[in-house]
Nanobody
Framework: QVRLVESGGGSAQAGGSLRLTCVTSGVTNTVGCLAWFRQAPGKGRLMVVDIGIDGNFYYGDSVKEKGRFTISQDNTRNTLWLQMNSLKPEDTAIYYC????????????????????????WGQGTQVTVSS
């Protein structure tokens, strides 16, 4: 059973930084992809960035100036991070850690298309609030 627990959310001023952490359990090679999603008030859940078993990552369309956010994972994939720099008020959202079985190709598993219905497992979310 895959379990995901996020932490590190909170309040920040515009231009500041926050680092989100997702502690995982049950993530094996059957989980092809980990990702961060976010849901702003009144909007759907959109992908921020994903990362595959091989460490390759892909940004979703929800973040402008994508270089502000960096995803990383440790070698065991027990911990996933999202470093967020140069925060803006529009980054205010609930941030979710998510895991997906992924898409199989040539015997290996890769990240699926960047939509929330492609992800099987979710954390409880952590609130990020950025003030101007």
């Amino acid at each position: 059973q895959v379990r995901l627990v996020e932490s590190g959310g909170g309040s920040a001023q515009a231009g500041g930084s926050l680092r989100l952490t997702c502690v995982t359990s049950g993530v094996t090679n059957t989980v092809g992809c980990l990702a961060w999603f976010r849901q702003a008030p009144g909007k759907g859940r959109l992908m921020v960035v994903d990362i595959g078993i091989d460490g390759n990552f892909y940004y979703g369309d929800s973040v402008k100036e994508k270089g502000r956010f960096t995803i990383s994972q440790d070698n065991t994939r027990n911990t996933l991070w999202l470093q967020m720099n140069s925060l803006k008020p529009e980054d205010t959202a609930i941030y979710y850690c998510a895991a997906s079985t992924g898409v199989e190709h040539g015997g290996r598993w890769y990240c699926p298309p960047p939509f929330d219905h492609e992800y099987n497992y979710w954390g409880q979310g952590t609130q990020v609030t950025v003030s101007s």
